[in-house]
């Protein structure tokens, strides 16, 4: 009935102003009266406006049906998440995604019906929940009645397009889409999502190689998720066409999508990896630095890089082979003149401790009758794809004339896999998945054409043919799943190491990433944190870049710099294009080679921390490298994420104990000022605290401190005593942990064999570790060893930094005091640890 009165108010309102206008005597063209008076009929006839006739209530939420034949439903997956679909003809979309997991799509918080005069809705534990019955408008609020999100208008549609638009209020910022270029802020930005082999991108280009339809809003403190669950060609639009609103919408397909309250930013993560998964453990191996190009050939220079860098001492666990070790640039094929004995040399580097990762483009070369194995077997088993004509599709790429997978099916998948049976039996410890955005270089489009069919089957949809344009963007993660999992089907009890260029939400389940072809130069370099945080928040953690650039030649001062920051992010690969300079760490001489190694050794030192972070990312979905505010929402007095400050976008956080503060124009010699999300914060590298002055009374918007220099530390953090020359070396000597007195003094650590999957069964060591001032005595407590996994330590080397002792004694579990060692910037003494716990007294 209410929606018959809103009609009648809108068709009297109309008539009213065409009345005025002859009453004014207006001369309006007849066709603009018309319009006038059959707008609203328009409108609802082509969805953009609809009343509710009908609601149902659901356990755990509702379903309207409206006057124009369309069905919504919203529904809580648990207090604070909520899930939000469209059917335009009455149908639900299918109950199916390639991103967000099945159990997580079919949990199910208790509602109570929560209606109004004006609107329909329902309540849970944490959330508000009302739909307009006039417009359908949805507005979305916490329990304290704080708004989250609003529909700023009804969805619109244009053919099979549609879009939806939410309010933008003037301080909520947006983070997230992945890879993105430019600002880590996405306010003001729009954006499309469509894989694109983006060679040499800039800061402007979009879209590049990734597609993860996920941003978080970030309003005063308080943080919120939206996902939208449509694998077509998708845009993001926040505040480019309108200052009070944003959108996004999709080409066609369903109309799904995801919100989610944190109310922190941390928990929008967790949140986020509870609806789409987290990433795998990988192997300890991927936390080493990786050397790398466009291609190490013959097989005696690629064993010649791994010895020099043995004999240079510069720590290394990864080398790569691009396209060049192959047979006429054929996937899974080996060039016999240039690598006569590829297993001889991988044998080699095994015993010097590397592990040797080859590429496996997507593209299989057409190859008919010239006993290539790969073209001959997915002939015979129907594994490629094909034209709406029923002929296969055939694309050029690096062999020339290919031929490619058909990923969304399972049988494709495991014949996939299968494939890569020779290359581990010749030594090959992990797989790099590049090209598959897919990038076609014959096409007009850079990629497949829209009409190219593919099948799918399994993973909970029905099956049916579809288009490219429906699934180009899960193409390069559906490569990955099907190199993820056919390597476990190979090697049950060993953690796969795949690295992927494209991919969509959900990808990080199978393989981590990097952000495609750069370019070496300086704006470069000051893209990659940006780019980085964003990935980490959109799921990747274990990501990087092509450390000193892939495109060009790397100065020394550049790649110097670039292997500095590198050192101190998820992923540290060094990797250049063919027919660039050599870009290996001892290039431009003695002097830059010794700042490299040393960055390069401090990475090593941190591998306790940094191998502690992965098991935080794999168990929670936290990611490694973070922007400040995801740790410090409230590090402003007005609360706006403090990373949008100028210059601290090159800021960021390692875990929640580093702070890493290059200068925001690492080519320019000048100094710069750091700002830090809290007040007690150590230099890294000298143990003295940071003299961080008040802040400006004049500015309400200032940081909680800032100072100009590089600091960098807090909390309770361990590392090695001793330096090792890769992960597969066991560490001599004790365990290091180094004590920050402070507020926020505690810390943790984790260890594993680092290779298999034995700590799901209880095999791995955990332990915690915490600090408390009483009076003139500092406490450092220690826990028990949790887990089956012997530690590789026996003692543990304390350093204690910000606290001066009064008589420099420590004492054990109350036993007999022993003196310390005062040092310059700290307190330095080795006690045993017999993994039973214990607990440390300084006076």
Same mark, same amino acid.
């Given at each position: 009935?209410?929606?018959?009165?809103?009609?009648?108010?809108?068709?009297?309102?109309?008539?009213?102003?065409?009345?005025?206008? $002859?009453?004014?005597?207006?001369?309006?063209?007849?066709?603009?009266?018309?319009?006038?008076?059959?707008?609203?009929?328009?409108?609802?006839?082509?969805?953009?406006?609809?009343?509710?006739?009908?609601?149902?209530?659901?356990?755990?939420?509702?379903?309207?049906?409206?006057?124009?034949?369309?069905?919504?439903?919203?529904?809580?997956?648990?207090?604070?998440?909520?899930?939000?679909?469209?059917?335009?003809?009455?149908?639900?979309?299918?109950?199916?995604?390639?991103?967000?997991?099945?159990?997580?799509?079919?949990?199910?918080?208790?509602?109570? @019906?929560?209606?109004?005069? /004006?609107?329909?809705?329902?309540?849970?534990?944490?959330?508000?929940?009302?739909?307009?019955?006039?417009?359908?408008?949805?507005?979305?609020?916490?329990?304290?009645?704080?708004?989250?999100?609003?529909?700023?208008?009804?969805?619109?549609?244009?053919?099979?397009?549609?879009?939806?638009? %939410?309010?933008?209020?003037?301080?909520?910022?947006?983070?997230?889409?992945?890879?993105?270029?430019?600002?880590?802020?996405?306010?003001?930005?729009?954006?499309?999502?469509?894989?694109?082999?983006?060679?040499?991108?800039?800061?402007?280009?979009?879209?590049?190689?990734?597609?993860?339809?996920?941003? &978080?809003?970030?309003?005063?403190?308080?943080?919120?998720?939206?996902?939208? +669950?449509?694998?077509?060609?998708?845009?993001?639009?926040?505040? !480019?066409?309108?200052?009070?609103?944003?959108?996004?919408?999709?080409?066609?397909?369903?109309?799904?999508?995801?919100?989610?309250?944190?109310?922190?930013?941390?928990?929008?993560?967790?949140?986020?990896?509870?609806?789409?998964?987290?990433?795998?453990?990988?192997?300890?191996?991927?936390?080493?630095?990786?050397?790398?190009?466009?291609?190490?050939?013959?097989?005696?220079?690629?064993?010649?890089?791994?010895?020099?860098?043995?004999? /240079?001492?510069?720590?290394?666990?990864?080398?790569?082979?691009?396209?060049?070790?192959? /047979?006429?640039?054929?996937?899974?094929?080996?060039?016999?003149?240039?690598?006569?004995?590829?297993?001889?040399?991988?044998?080699?580097?095994?015993?010097?401790?590397?592990?040797?990762?080859?590429?496996? +483009?997507?593209?299989?070369? !057409?190859?008919?009758?010239?006993?290539?194995?790969?073209?001959?077997?997915?002939?015979?088993?129907?594994?490629?794809?094909?034209?709406?004509? *029923?002929?296969?599709?055939?694309?050029?790429?690096?062999?020339?004339?290919?031929?490619?997978?058909?990923?969304? @099916?399972?049988?494709?998948?495991?014949?996939?896999?299968?494939?890569?049976?020779?290359?581990?039996? &010749?030594?090959?410890?992990?797989?790099?998945? +590049?090209?598959?955005?897919?990038?076609?270089?014959?096409?007009?489009?850079?990629?497949?054409?829209?009409?190219?069919?593919?099948?799918?089957?399994?993973? *909970?949809?029905?099956?049916?043919?579809?288009?490219?344009?429906?699934?180009?963007?899960?193409?390069?993660?559906?490569?990955?799943?099907?190199?993820?999992?056919?390597?476990?089907?190979?090697?049950?009890?060993?953690?796969?190491?795949?690295?992927?260029?494209?991919?969509?939400?959900?990808?990080?389940?199978?393989?981590?990433?990097?952000?495609?072809?750069?370019?070496?130069?300086?704006?470069?370099?000051?893209?990659?944190?940006?780019?980085?945080?964003?990935?980490? $928040?959109?799921?990747?953690?274990?990501?990087?870049?092509?450390?000193?650039?892939?495109?060009?030649?790397?100065?020394?001062?550049?790649?110097?710099?670039?292997?500095?920051?590198?050192?101190?992010?998820?992923?540290?690969?060094?990797?250049?294009?063919?027919?660039?300079?050599?870009?290996?760490?001892?290039?431009?001489?003695?002097?830059?080679?010794?700042?490299?190694?040393?960055?390069?050794?401090?990475?090593?030192?941190?591998?306790?921390? $940094?191998?502690?972070?992965?098991?935080?990312?794999?168990?929670?979905? &936290?990611?490694? &490298?973070?922007?400040?505010?995801?740790?410090?929402?409230?590090?402003?007095?007005?609360?706006?994420?403090?990373?949008?400050?100028?210059?601290?976008?090159?800021?960021?956080?390692?875990?929640?104990?580093?702070?890493?503060?290059?200068?925001?124009?690492?080519?320019?010699?000048?100094?710069?000022?750091?700002?830090?999300?809290?007040?007690?914060?150590?230099?890294?590298?000298?143990?003295?605290?940071?003299?961080?002055?008040?802040?400006?009374?004049?500015?309400?918007?200032?940081?909680?401190?800032?100072?100009?220099?590089?600091?960098?530390?807090?909390?309770? %953090?361990?590392?090695?005593?001793?330096?090792?020359?890769?992960?597969?070396?066991?560490?001599?000597?004790?365990?290091?942990?180094?004590?920050?007195?402070? /507020?926020?003094?505690?810390?943790?650590?984790?260890?594993?064999?680092?290779?298999?999957?034995?700590?799901?069964?209880?095999?791995?060591?955990?332990?915690?570790?915490?600090? @408390?001032?009483?009076?003139?005595?500092?406490?450092?407590?220690?826990?028990?060893?949790?887990?089956?996994?012997?530690?590789?330590?026996? +003692?543990? @080397?304390?350093?204690?930094?910000?606290?001066?002792?009064?008589?420099?004694?420590?004492?054990?579990?109350?036993?007999?005091?022993?003196?310390?060692?005062?040092?310059?910037?700290? $307190?330095?003494?080795?006690?045993?640890?017999?993994?039973?716990?214990?607990?440390?007294?300084?006076?």
């Amino acid at each position: 009935m209410r929606y018959w009165l809103e009609r009648l108010r809108s068709i009297f309102e109309e008539a009213t102003l065409i009345r005025r206008l $002859l009453r004014d005597r207006c001369i309006w063209p007849l066709a603009l009266i018309l319009a006038l008076s059959t707008s609203h009929a328009q409108s609802t006839a082509n969805g953009n406006r609809s009343g509710i006739v009908a609601v149902s209530g659901l356990p755990n939420g509702i379903r309207v049906a409206t006057d124009s034949g369309r069905v919504e439903e919203i529904t809580a997956l648990r207090d604070d998440v909520l899930r939000i679909r469209v059917g335009r003809s009455g149908t639900l979309p299918e109950d199916a995604s390639w991103a967000v997991l099945e159990e997580a799509r079919h949990s199910q918080a208790a509602a109570q @019906r929560a209606d109004s005069v /004006d609107a329909v809705g329902f309540r849970t534990g944490l959330l508000q929940v009302s739909v307009g019955r006039a417009d359908l408008r949805v507005s979305i609020r916490d329990g304290h009645g704080v708004l989250i999100q609003e529909d700023a208008a009804p969805i619109t549609f244009d053919g099979t397009s549609f879009r939806l638009h %939410k309010t933008m209020p003037t301080d909520e910022h947006y983070f997230g889409l992945g890879d993105k270029t430019g600002p880590l802020d996405r306010r003001n930005q729009a954006f499309t999502l469509w894989n694109t082999d983006a060679y040499r991108f800039q800061e402007s280009t979009d879209p590049i190689y990734k597609s993860i339809p996920f941003f &978080m809003t970030f309003r005063a403190g308080v943080a919120a998720g939206v996902l939208l +669950d449509n694998t077509w060609r998708s845009s993001f639009d926040f505040g !480019k066409e309108s200052p009070t609103s944003y959108s996004f919408g999709a080409v066609d397909g369903p109309i799904e999508y995801y919100v989610f309250l944190g109310p922190t930013p941390q928990e929008v993560e967790t949140t986020y990896a509870w609806l789409t998964g987290k990433p795998p453990m990988p192997p300890r191996w991927m936390l080493g630095f990786q050397q790398s190009r466009y291609t190490y050939t013959p097989q005696s220079r690629l064993l010649e890089v791994g010895e020099r860098l043995r004999a /240079d001492r510069i720590p290394a666990d990864a080398l790569y082979l691009d396209i060049g070790f192959q /047979d006429k640039n054929r996937p899974f094929t080996v060039d016999q003149q240039a690598f006569p004995d590829l297993k001889g040399t991988l044998s080699k580097l095994q015993v010097m401790n590397f592990h040797t990762v080859a590429i496996t +483009d997507l593209h299989i070369a !057409k190859a008919p009758e010239q006993g290539y194995a790969p073209y001959d077997s997915g002939t015979a088993k129907n594994e490629f794809l094909r034209r709406s004509d *029923g002929s296969v599709y055939v694309g050029s790429v690096w062999p020339g004339p290919s031929v490619f997978p058909d990923f969304t @099916r399972p049988g494709a998948r495991k014949w996939w896999g299968s494939l890569y049976k020779p290359l581990i039996e &010749m030594g090959f410890a992990g797989f790099w998945n +590049d090209m598959n955005e897919p990038s076609i270089f014959d096409s007009p489009t850079g990629t497949m054409p829209d009409d190219v069919v593919h099948r799918i089957e399994g993973s *909970g949809f029905a099956s049916r043919t579809a288009t490219h344009a429906e699934l180009h963007n899960v193409y390069g993660m559906e490569n990955s799943r099907a190199t993820y999992e056919g390597l476990l089907r190979l090697e049950p009890d060993v953690r796969p190491f795949v690295l992927t260029r494209a991919t969509y939400a959900g990808g990080q389940r199978y393989a981590a990433t990097w952000t495609g072809d750069n370019s070496s130069t300086w704006n470069h370099l000051r893209m990659t944190s940006p780019m980085l945080k964003s990935l980490g $928040l959109s799921g990747f953690s274990f990501s990087g870049a092509d450390v000193g650039g892939f495109a060009g030649t790397a100065t020394s001062d550049l790649l110097t710099k670039w292997i500095e920051v590198a050192s101190f992010q998820p992923i540290d690969r060094d990797h250049t294009e063919t027919g660039t300079g050599d870009q290996e760490p001892w290039v431009g001489g003695p002097e830059q080679e010794a700042i490299r190694r040393r960055f390069i050794e401090e990475r090593y030192r941190l591998m306790p921390y $940094l191998y502690t972070l992965a098991d935080e990312t794999a168990r929670t979905g &936290m990611p490694m &490298m973070r922007p400040l505010f995801l740790d410090y929402p409230f590090a402003t007095r007005d609360r706006h994420p403090i990373d949008n400050d100028p210059g601290v976008d090159a800021e960021f956080l390692l875990g929640h104990d580093l702070l890493i503060a290059p200068s925001p124009y690492p080519e320019a010699p000048d100094s710069y000022t750091v700002e830090f999300p809290s007040r007690v914060w150590y230099d890294y590298w000298t143990g003295l605290p940071v003299s961080a002055p008040a802040m400006p009374k004049r500015d309400p918007n200032a940081p909680v401190a800032a100072v100009d220099g590089v600091p960098l530390s807090t909390q309770i %953090k361990p590392q090695l005593d001793a330096l090792t020359q890769s992960t597969n070396e066991k560490p001599d000597g004790p365990l290091t942990v180094r004590v920050y007195v402070g /507020d926020d003094c505690e810390g943790s650590l984790y260890d594993d064999d680092g290779k298999s999957f034995a700590y799901r069964s209880g095999s791995f060591l955990r332990m915690r570790f915490g600090c @408390r001032v009483e009076g003139n005595k500092l406490t450092l407590t220690f826990s028990p060893h949790e887990g089956t996994y012997a530690a590789w330590w026996r +003692d543990l @080397r304390i350093e204690v930094y910000g606290w001066n002792a009064v008589s420099g004694t420590v004492t054990q579990n109350g036993g007999r005091p022993s003196q310390v060692q005062r040092q310059k910037n700290n $307190l330095e003494f080795t006690v045993a640890d017999d993994g039973k716990g214990t607990t440390l007294t300084i006076e």
